[in-house]
Every structure is written in structure tokens, then in C-alpha cells.
């Protein structure tokens, strides 16, 4: 029931990343995209797509918007990932700890998960108040759009400052790269001009260059090019 998928929402260390990705899979219900592929992907020579790109696309966020507004249960899935976003404003962001037996694959997880809530609540100019019948003018849905993506940005600087994502333990590079470009893409329209340059140096020198050593075999960590263990798949997949 409600209150069983309310505990396990709020205790899952899974939620934070998983909840964005549900939401964006009821979005390409029924949608053209869905259908036809337009905005998953583009070829050599084709017009590149607007922002946002990754698992998300203007579609898809225009269509949850509507269904948040006709479906109490995608309005109270959204609601969740409201509080879980709001408690973010207040948490510090990420600092670069020492490789542990795992890396840092915790840390970097937090920073996926921040990214991905605080990014999809940006992207539906979400209000806290957007689950009562209370009428918001557009400036205070952007004024709290701009709350979510004034946090992501301050993780994503935190997270970049980091002098390494630790390539030995590759699971870290991989999905720290994912993180950075779900940042690039999803708040796109709040980046500064030197945010933007700076995530995406940031991005090619700790994450891309690391995958093109590994698959040069000259990195530190590429037993997992050639592997078939779940370390191949998400190394890929990001």
C-alpha cells in the first residue's frame, strides 16, 4: 500500500537515482518518442537534439508534466522526490575522500542522486506547493527552479574540484562520469558560461580520457574492457 511504498521510498539508498529514472519512464508512455525514437538518439551529420538529451528529453518532461496534473500517484511519487530534493538544499555538498577498500563509489553515488533529483525538479519547474490546488504564477515556479539548480551546480563544482575520480577502482570514474554529464545536460539552461566550460573540461579529463586509457590499455584499471562481469556493463552504460 501507500504507506509501505512511502517507507521503503524514504529508507531505500537505491531512491534517489532510481525515482528520476521511473518518473522519466512514465513519461515516455505513450509519447511519440517512445515510439519512434525521436530524442534518444541522433546520428553522424544529424541536427543535434535540444537539451536535455540523456534518458530525458523536452517530451518526455513536458509529458510528466501533464500526467503529474491527471495522476495522483505520479503527483505523489514527484511529491516524494520533492522532500527528498528539499532536504538536499541544506545538506553539504560532496567532499573528496580518501580511496577506500570500494573507492569512493559511495560519495560518488550521493552526487549521482543529488544530481539526478535536484536536475528532473528543475526541469519540471517544480514547486513545493505544486501537490495542493493553491494557483503559482511563473515566477514562483522559477524561483524554486532555481533553488534546485543553484544546489546541483554547487555539487557539481564540489564534485569537480576533486583531484581524481579514482580510476583504480573504475565503477568510481564511471559513474562519476555519469553524473557530470546528467548535470550538463539537465541544468543546461542554468549554467553560466564558465560553469558550463569548467564541468566540461572536467568531465573529459577525469572521466572520458580515463575510459579511452582503459580501452588503449594503458590505464590503471582495464581488466573490465574485456570482461564479462557487470563492471563491463556500467562502465559502458555511462
Not at 509501505?4 to 512514465?26: E, G, H, N
Not at 496534473?69 to 532536504?87: F, N, R, S
Not at 515566477?139 to 524554486?144: G, M
Not at 544546489?151 to 579514482?166: K, Y
Request: aromatic share 8%; proline share 7%.
Amino acid at each position: 500500500d501507500r504507506r509501505q511504498r512511502q517507507m521503503y521510498i524514504r529508507d531505500s539508498r537505491w531512491t534517489a537515482p532510481l525515482l528520476p529514472l521511473l518518473l522519466c519512464a512514465v513519461a515516455a508512455m505513450g509519447t511519440a518518442a517512445a515510439v519512434t525514437g525521436v530524442g534518444v538518439g541522433f546520428g553522424i551529420g544529424d541536427p543535434i537534439p535540444p537539451h536535455p538529451r540523456l534518458i530525458a528529453t523536452p517530451e518526455k518532461v513536458a509529458r510528466l508534466q501533464d500526467v503529474i496534473k491527471l495522476d495522483p500517484e505520479a503527483a505523489y511519487h514527484v511529491g516524494e522526490l520533492a522532500a527528498q530534493g528539499t532536504a538536499m538544499l541544506s545538506e553539504p555538498p560532496v567532499v573528496q575522500p580518501p580511496p577506500g577498500p570500494s573507492g569512493i563509489l559511495t560519495t560518488v553515488r550521493a552526487v549521482v542522486g543529488r544530481v539526478m533529483t535536484l536536475g528532473l525538479l528543475h526541469m519540471l519547474r517544480w514547486n513545493d506547493s505544486n501537490d495542493d490546488n493553491t494557483t503559482h504564477t511563473e515566477d514562483s515556479n522559477n524561483a524554486n527552479a532555481t533553488a534546485w539548480s543553484t544546489r546541483a551546480i554547487l555539487e557539481l563544482h564540489a564534485f569537480a574540484n576533486f583531484t581524481t575520480w579514482n580510476p583504480p577502482h573504475f565503477l568510481d570514474t564511471a559513474e562519476g562520469t555519469f553524473a557530470m554529464a546528467v548535470g550538463l545536460d539537465w541544468l543546461d539552461d542554468a549554467l553560466s558560461d564558465v560553469d558550463r566550460a569548467y564541468f566540461q573540461d572536467t568531465l573529459v579529463r577525469l572521466g572520458l580520457n580515463e575510459g579511452a586509457k582503459a580501452f588503449n590499455n594503458t590505464g590503471v584499471c582495464h581488466w573490465w574492457t574485456t570482461s564479462p562481469s557487470n563492471w563491463n556493463q556500467v562502465q559502458l552504460a555511462s
